[in-house]
């Protein structure tokens, strides 16, 4: 990875919620991003008719509903791949999902020692791989292939956060900005190429781990040459990710594949919050119960395409929801793969 010398240097942006940093200037995520309320538009609504009239084993609650026969195959022994589940909240979510004791469990991370201790408490699968490396995420995901003919829920949560001091601009393995290229084009690529396993595997859910934390694409700047900060960087990053959520989302309607996107909690107690110096607002386990809602959840059976505040349906920055922006940000993507 190289390491080049920062360009520019701007104070980095803020927003109450996300960066509660004293002292800090405005941002670029709008007060809806934040605060507003949830989507209230159409959304692409897939998988909820019944396949068969098998009797529903889930909690008698849930049982009235017709698409009962199919999620409950998510319930009962799922595949469910988790990127970043070497630390923080992709290991909390590996460990929420292992006391099941019924799920497949793929873990993936790129710390050897680290990974191999997740699996010992999960009993999950490994699979290493630096993100930082599109090769590294297609090898990734034709390792899963290789040894899975199905799979239920990817969960695209590893990602790299930004420092307390600050670092300079850094570039992946194939010279992408660092935090585009792990937070944003490594999902993108992963998700794209694992298609094939969550299409057999439908009814079948990708669940984004994004943040509050949004500012819009530089389409002048595609590389952020211009006025880095880590923070800012990390911000394109997840309203990235988010618009391509929306836009798979549509583009799977029909294939009982759902795509959401969530903002977990806010600094929770992990590596990323410690080192971007803030303090701890929220607790690990509300980040994994949104999280986990998002994996399994019964009420969540064919909602696809929105974007959730914890276990809320939030709003992200207003221009996830123009077409325009998000077919710009899809041809500059194209144009990195
Ligand atoms: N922390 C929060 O309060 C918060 C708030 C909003 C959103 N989020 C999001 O939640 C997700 C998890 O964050 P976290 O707080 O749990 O962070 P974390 O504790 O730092 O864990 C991040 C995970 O991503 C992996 N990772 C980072 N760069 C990688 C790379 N190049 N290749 C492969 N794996 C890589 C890490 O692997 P290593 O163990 O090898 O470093 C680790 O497993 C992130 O997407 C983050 O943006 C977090």
Redesign the pocket.
């Known amino acids: 990875m190289t390491v080049l010398p920062m360009v520019g240097s701007v104070p980095p942006p803020v927003n109450r919620r996300f960066l509660a940093r004293p002292g800090n200037g405005p941002d670029g995520v709008g007060e809806h991003a934040l605060h507003g309320r949830g989507r209230t538009g159409s959304h692409p609504v897939s998988g909820v008719q019944a396949r068969s009239s098998s009797r529903c084993l889930l909690p008698s609650s849930a049982g009235r509903h017709p698409w009962c026969p199919r999620i409950r195959k998510v319930y009962d022994m799922a595949t469910i791949l988790i990127?970043?589940?070497?630390?923080?909240?992709?290991?909390a979510l590996a460990e929420d999902l292992a006391a099941d004791g019924r799920h497949t469990l793929l873990l993936?991370?790129?710390?050897h020692d680290?990974l191999r201790e997740v699996a010992v408490a999960t009993g999950g699968e490994t699979y290493r791989?630096?993100?930082?490396s599109l090769a590294g995420v297609r090898r990734l995901a034709a390792d899963v292939a290789a040894r899975h003919d199905r799979l239920d829920v990817l969960v695209n949560?590893?990602?790299?956060?930004f420092h307390a001091e600050g670092t300079r601009r850094q570039t992946s393995a194939d010279g992408h900005e660092l935090r585009l290229a792990?937070?944003y084009l490594a999902p993108v690529v992963l998700t794209r190429e694992l298609l094939p396993l969550l299409r057999r595997s439908a009814p079948s859910r990708i669940v984004n781990?994004?943040?509050?934390g949004q500012q819009p694409f530089d389409f002048d700047d595609p590389g952020h040459t211009r006025e880095y900060t880590d923070v800012a960087a990390y911000c394109r990053s997840?309203l990235a990710l988010v618009c391509h959520g929306f836009d798979l989302a549509g583009e799977l309607s029909d294939s009982g594949i759902t795509v959401n996107s969530l903002?977990?909690?806010?600094?929770?107690p992990?590596?990323?919050?410690r080192r971007s110096g803030m303090d701890v607002v929220?607790t690990l386990e509300q980040?994994v119960a949104a999280t986990r809602r998002l994996v399994d959840a019964p009420e969540l059976a064919g909602v696809t395409g929105r974007y959730f505040d914890g276990e809320k349906e939030g709003r992200a920055a207003a221009e996830a929801y123009d077409p325009e922006y998000r077919r710009s940000l899809a041809e500059v993507t194209a144009s990195l793969l």
């Open positions: 990127t970043g589940a070497s630390d923080g909240l992709g290991r993936h991370g790129r710390d680290r791989a630096d993100l930082a949560n590893a990602g790299v956060g792990v937070n781990v994004a943040s509050v997840k903002h977990p909690a806010s600094f929770m992990t590596t990323m919050s929220d980040g």
